[in-house]
């Protein structure tokens, strides 16, 4: 019989297919997770989840927090060049959109592996197919699903009786209430997230948006958000001549009573900051009867990951059902759960379903037909820059 030490387990490649092999080999391993780490209850969430790898599977978990997401990509590809093929710092990381285009066209995954974990079947791809692509791009195994979100707004209605129902009325809304209304200057992901947004309710024809950038009219298809700014700008929060850093700057300039109308990715967001007592009883939550974008997060493994068997069992339980109960549960975290509620038992959907918020905060739980789906990558970097390049400067 051949024994197989320690040291030549950690070696292999761990096989997905072969999960108790998987689990043995990520005993006694450390894990460093790579995440935006803007959002403290996100940050709160993970802290526990490190906890939870340490009782459950001996895993050292070490949450790296990043300003910028692109930070671990250019690190991963600089690793590359420099021949560390075997020895990355980046085990798992949470991503999708451009930067997950970046990795995968750069051969800088590794995979396919995600479909392969137990907990996978709980998304129920088949009738959850966003969780297969990511901002158009096939996503084919090369990360997991996480946590759901979409574009909200949320105003006081001490102050606003009647919010604008969508981007274009939005315009004649803050006409009527100048001052009232910001949103972060890109390239913050929530910035961009209303760029599009706002594009997709007013271009004449958004079928090119789902392509890559390079094969549109680029000035053509975006007109009428440049011409949509340039008449939104003036009627900003101090005329349009600087903008919050990002969504919990938003939130603190409605906490002081500086605006009143807001918007984040966190359908949960004022929920959970009226509870936090950050904003008032009378915050409300909507989102455009236009529709609204929405999209999954998801992990990632690096081609170079020095613990992958670690990442993808820290993968795998994101995906349980306590994990992903925590995730949604307003006391903790408060987002939107990945796996597909329905195909569990009777008695753990009850438990979804109670910390499913009826506050009168909370949004409406939101339909299919109102999902616009993510335009491809390449439009994130090209609506950054021409925004910079038309109202950088001030």
Do not use: C
């Not at 006694?28 to 340490?54: H, S």
């Not at 974990?117 to 692509?133: K, Q, S």
């Not at 549960?329 to 195909?343: L, R």
């Not at 753990?348 to 949004?363: I, Y």
């Amino acid at each position: 019989m051949t024994v197989v030490t320690a040291g030549e387990l950690n070696a292999q490649t761990p096989n997905p297919a072969d999960w108790s092999s998987v689990v043995q080999q990520a005993d006694n391993q450390d894990l460093y997770f790579y995440t935006w780490g803007g959002d403290q209850q996100t940050n709160a969430y993970l802290a526990w989840t490190r906890q939870q790898l340490e009782i459950n599977y001996n895993i050292r978990m070490t949450h790296v927090r990043l300003s910028d997401t692109a930070d671990a990509v250019s690190r991963i590809l600089a690793e590359r060049q420099a021949g560390n093929l075997d020895r990355g710092a980046v085990d798992l990381l949470w991503l999708n959109g451009e930067n997950f285009a970046s990795l995968k066209n750069n051969d800088l995954l590794f995979g396919p592996w995600a479909e392969q974990l137990p907990n996978f079947g709980l998304v129920n791809a088949e009738d959850n197919p966003d969780v297969r692509t990511d901002f158009t791009l096939p996503v084919e195994g090369y990360e997991s699903p996480w946590l759901r979100a979409h574009l909200v707004f949320y105003y006081d209605t001490a102050y606003i009786d009647t919010p604008p129902a969508n981007i274009t009325e939005l315009l004649a809304w803050a006409q009527r209430h100048p001052g009232e209304f910001t949103y972060p200057r890109p390239p913050d992901f929530l910035a961009t997230t209303f760029l599009k947004q706002a594009l997709l309710e007013l271009a004449d024809d958004t079928t090119p948006l789902y392509g890559p950038v390079e094969d549109s009219d680029f000035d053509a298809i975006t007109a009428p958000l440049w011409q949509f700014l340039d008449a939104l700008h003036p009627l900003l929060l101090r005329q349009g001549r600087n903008f919050p850093a990002n969504g919990s700057a938003v939130r603190q300039l409605m906490a002081d009573g500086e605006i009143a109308l807001a918007l984040s990715f966190n359908p949960t967001d004022a929920v959970n900051s009226v509870l936090r007592g950050e904003l008032p009883e009378s915050i409300r939550t909507y989102v455009s009867n236009r529709g609204t974008l929405a999209n999954v997060s998801f992990v990632a493994i690096p081609f170079n990951a020095s613990h992958k068997a670690a990442a993808m069992v820290a993968a795998n339980f994101l995906l349980s059902v306590p994990a992903q109960l925590r995730a949604q549960d307003p006391d903790h975290m408060g987002g939107t759960a990945a796996i597909d509620v329905d195909v569990l038992p009777p008695s753990e959907q009850r438990l979804f379903a109670a910390t499913r918020q009826s506050h009168p905060a909370a949004p409406a739980l939101m339909t299919d037909n109102q999902q616009l789906q993510e335009p491809h990558p390449s439009w994130m970097e090209a609506l950054e820059q021409a925004w910079m390049a038309r109202y950088g400067s001030r």
